[in-house]
């Protein structure tokens, strides 16, 4: 694994705890990623709301292993690291499949899920 682009959904599942894993799939389905932004080819960045919104950032080290920050007390990988990761996997195909952003990403806005589209990745 090079850049966030190769992460697999086995990758995320390998990361974390199995209930932590499942926390997170909840978080990703109830909605709870705010904002979802690639900063470049190895660092996701997003915030994800829990009892309150938490920063999280999402790294690939030189080694190709996934690492995760987020700004909740948890010391190991949390369930707001998880939702991020799972809100990736489901839309990096989006942007894979019309245009090769990722080169080209830094400065891009913040995206929620209602910026998500075909047409503005195709005019990004
Ligand atoms: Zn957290």
């Known amino acids: 694994m090079k850049t966030i682009k ?3 959904i086995e990758d995320v599942q390998n990361l ?6 499942l926390r997170g799939e ?3 389905e109830e909605g709870c990623i705010r904002s ?3 900063i470049n ?13 938490y920063n999280v950032s999402v790294s690939i080290d030189a080694e190709g292993d996934i690492i995760c920050d987020c700004s909740c007390p948890c010391d190991f990988n949390c369930k707001h690291s998880a939702a991020l ?4 996997l489901s839309i990096k195909d989006k942007y894979n499949k019309k245009c090769d952003v990722l080169p080209a990403i830094n400065g891009w806005a913040s995206y929620v899920d209602t910026n998500l589209s075909k047409d503005a990745c195709m005019t990004a």
């Open 6 to 8: 190769d992460i697999k």
């Open 16 to 21: 974390f705890d199995s209930i932590i894993f």
């Open 26 to 28: 909840e978080y990703f």
């Open 36 to 38: 979802i932004e690639p």
């Open 41 to 53: 080819s190895v660092t996701i960045n997003g915030i994800v709301s829990g009892n309150q919104n």
């Open 85 to 88: 990761l799972l809100k990736w």
